[in-house]
């Protein structure tokens, strides 16, 4: 049908369009900014209800495009790249709205929400590639597009991170492109829905292929800060609040973490990776990346430095999962998609307000937040305790499938400890946060306080995100055996394309 060859190209233009009329509108005519960008979240969000039911019903969805003999860009959509599609869609409406009161009073917020609105339609077109080439296409698009929201603020600070985030992005971008064109001369082009293309392979090109896979893990490996390549992501902290919480939960990281996903699922297969003994490696960069980001964070005095430290650990339990390689981890490492989005998000929000609202950047600074913002440290508390790992909330859904998955795999139990002491240390870097807020007396004037709105702590609009993201992250896991939730389309997507 027609329509279904037409609903990823809209699902694309309808962020792709709104964003390119707000580059034209004048820095005074937010209203039309604001509706623009309302109305491309809405549309987009109907457009992917759309297709979540058509690809559950059984319906396919592609649009192609042939630039040479054996080269197209190929979209289209299978209940992973939903997963990522809608995680984007949801937490992309939530930060249009935060960001719209965070940048009242700003400067350039045209320039700003244009390519906030593009970056999230290179976003979409990751998840929708139906092939590398696609893929690498819209990889590398995503770069130049969150560039000029990294360095926003135009400080020598932002500029030095913005040069940092380049020349850490364009150099794996790099790497994965000479990985992508070496698959490529041996096997032609790469479909996400043929993931054994590569066995005929082994016999005479294992070897390639083993060098492949470890030039295409590093290409999205920067993206994804797995260590020693997450250099950039606390220094992009610089950025604003939307932004950071754009890289960390709807965009950069994301997109690295789904390419983990996509290259040893999809490009590789899990029987290959096994075969070629390439999954052991990429647990070990995790656990390594799981365990040192945690130890960083610890040490940040800054919160969203802490934050970012944070990420840089918690998205690899993506690549652990992968890793892994059985049905209960790939499940744990794929719902941790979502609900580390969620979660991180609500976390950049309140420090966005904290920081808005009075002036506070540090930890040290922040005893007797509580009592001045309630509503926020009350989302960020929901938000860390997720984190943290502690039931009913969304990160110890993750962490259970992920935990089951290492015992039910020979030879990988002592993960546990690794998910055990990584939970320690997410303790150990959120509660004294959480303690100090509540429990500790303001021992300072706050450096500002831009004052109550009407009933509100700060606007509502910095206030509402983070309140009902903090919430859902409460709801994925309290109803995580509901068949409406994440879990249960992640659940859907392993028994139908990665089980035994």
């Known amino acids: 049908m027609i329509w279904q060859n037409w609903l990823l190209i809209m699902i694309l233009l309808s962020s792709l369009v709104p964003g390119l009329i707000i580059f034209t509108l004048a820095e005074s005519n937010r209203a039309w900014r604001t509706t623009l960008n309302l109305l491309g979240a809405t549309m987009k969000m109907v457009l992917v209800l759309v297709m979540?039911?058509?690809?559950?019903?059984?319906?396919?969805?592609?649009?192609?495009?042939?630039?040479?003999?054996?080269?197209?860009?190929?979209?289209?959509?299978?209940?992973?790249?939903?997963?990522?599609?809608?995680?984007?869609?949801?937490?992309?409406?939530?930060?249009?709205?935060?960001?719209?009161?965070?940048?009242?009073?700003?400067?350039?917020?045209?320039?700003?929400?244009?390519?906030?609105?593009?970056?999230?339609?290179?976003?979409?077109?990751?998840?929708?590639?139906?092939?590398?080439?696609?893929?690498?296409?819209?990889?590398?698009?995503?770069?130049?597009?969150?560039?000029?929201?990294?360095?926003?603020?135009?400080?020598?600070?932002?500029?030095?991170?913005?040069?940092?985030?380049?020349?850490?992005?364009?150099?794996?971008?790099?790497?994965?492109?000479?990985?992508?064109?070496?698959?490529?001369?041996?096997?032609?082009?790469?479909?996400f829905s043929r993931p054994g293309?590569?066995?005929?392979?082994?016999?005479?090109?294992?070897?390639?292929?083993?060098?492949?896979f470890f030039l295409l893990m590093a290409g999205v490996g920067v993206k994804a800060a797995?260590?020693?390549?997450?250099?950039?992501?606390?220094?992009?902290?610089?950025?604003?609040?939307?932004?950071?919480?754009?890289?960390?939960?709807?965009?950069?990281?994301?997109?690295?973490a789904f390419g983990i996903m996509r290259i040893v699922l999809d490009v590789y297969?899990?029987?290959?990776?096994?075969?070629?003994?390439?999954?052991?490696?990429?647990?070990?960069?995790?656990?390594?990346?799981?365990?040192?980001?945690?130890?960083?964070?610890?040490?940040q005095d800054n919160l969203k430095r802490r934050l970012a430290y944070s990420t840089?650990?918690?998205?690899?339990?993506?690549?652990?999962?992968?890793?892994?390689?059985?049905?209960?981890?790939?499940?744990?490492?794929?719902?941790?998609?979502?609900?580390?989005?969620?979660?991180?998000?609500?976390?950049?929000?309140?420090?966005?307000?904290?920081?808005?609202?009075?002036?506070?950047?540090?930890?040290?600074?922040?005893?007797?937040?509580?009592?001045?913002?309630?509503?926020?440290?009350?989302?960020?508390?929901?938000?860390?305790m997720g984190m943290i790992g502690l039931p009913p909330m969304a990160g110890f859904v993750s962490k259970w499938y992920l935990g089951l998955g290492a015992i039910e795999q020979p030879g990988h139990g002592w993960l546990l400890v690794v998910l055990v002491l990584s939970s320690l240390l997410n303790a150990a870097y959120f509660l004294p946060i959480i303690y100090g807020a509540w429990f500790r007396k303001q021992e300072e004037a706050w450096p500002e306080d831009s004052g109550r709105k009407g009933n509100w702590e700060c606007h509502w609009m910095l206030v509402v995100p983070p309140l009902i993201t903090a919430v859902v992250s409460l709801l994925v896991g309290l109803l995580a055996n509901s068949n409406l939730s994440p879990l249960a389309w992640v659940r859907f997507i392993v028994s139908t394309r990665y089980g035994p």
């Open 52 to 191: 979540i039911i058509g690809i559950s019903q059984g319906h396919s969805f592609a649009a192609h495009l042939s630039l040479l003999p054996g080269l197209e860009l190929v979209l289209r959509a299978d209940p992973l790249s939903a997963l990522f599609v809608a995680l984007s869609t949801l937490l992309w409406l939530f930060t249009t709205i935060y960001a719209v009161a965070y940048l009242e009073d700003a400067p350039n917020r045209s320039h700003f929400f244009g390519y906030f609105s593009i970056c999230v339609s290179v976003t979409i077109g990751i998840a929708l590639a139906g092939n590398l080439l696609t893929f690498l296409f819209f990889f590398e698009m995503l770069t130049l597009t969150t560039y000029p929201l990294v360095i926003h603020r135009g400080t020598a600070e932002a500029m030095a991170a913005g040069r940092l985030y380049l020349l850490y992005s364009l150099s794996g971008g790099l790497l994965l492109f000479v990985g992508v064109v070496w698959l490529h001369v041996l096997a032609g082009q790469i479909d």
């Open 197 to 212: 293309l590569l066995v005929p392979l082994l016999v005479q090109h294992r070897q390639s292929l083993i060098l492949i």
């Open 226 to 256: 797995l260590v020693p390549l997450h250099g950039w992501l606390p220094r992009a902290m610089v950025a604003p609040a939307p932004v950071s919480a754009l890289l960390h939960a709807v965009a950069v990281v994301k997109a690295g």
């Open 269 to 299: 297969g899990l029987p290959l990776s096994r075969e070629l003994g390439l999954l052991m490696p990429l647990t070990l960069a995790a656990t390594l990346t799981i365990i040192y980001g945690s130890l960083l964070a610890i040490r």
């Open 312 to 384: 840089v650990s918690q998205v690899s339990y993506i690549a652990l999962g992968i890793s892994i390689g059985n049905p209960l981890a790939i499940m744990g490492g794929m719902v941790h998609l979502v609900h580390q989005g969620i979660m991180k998000i609500t976390l950049f929000f309140c420090a966005g307000n904290i920081a808005e609202t009075l002036g506070l950047h540090n930890i040290s600074r922040m005893n007797g937040v509580g009592r001045r913002l309630p509503l926020t440290m009350a989302a960020f508390t929901l938000a860390a």
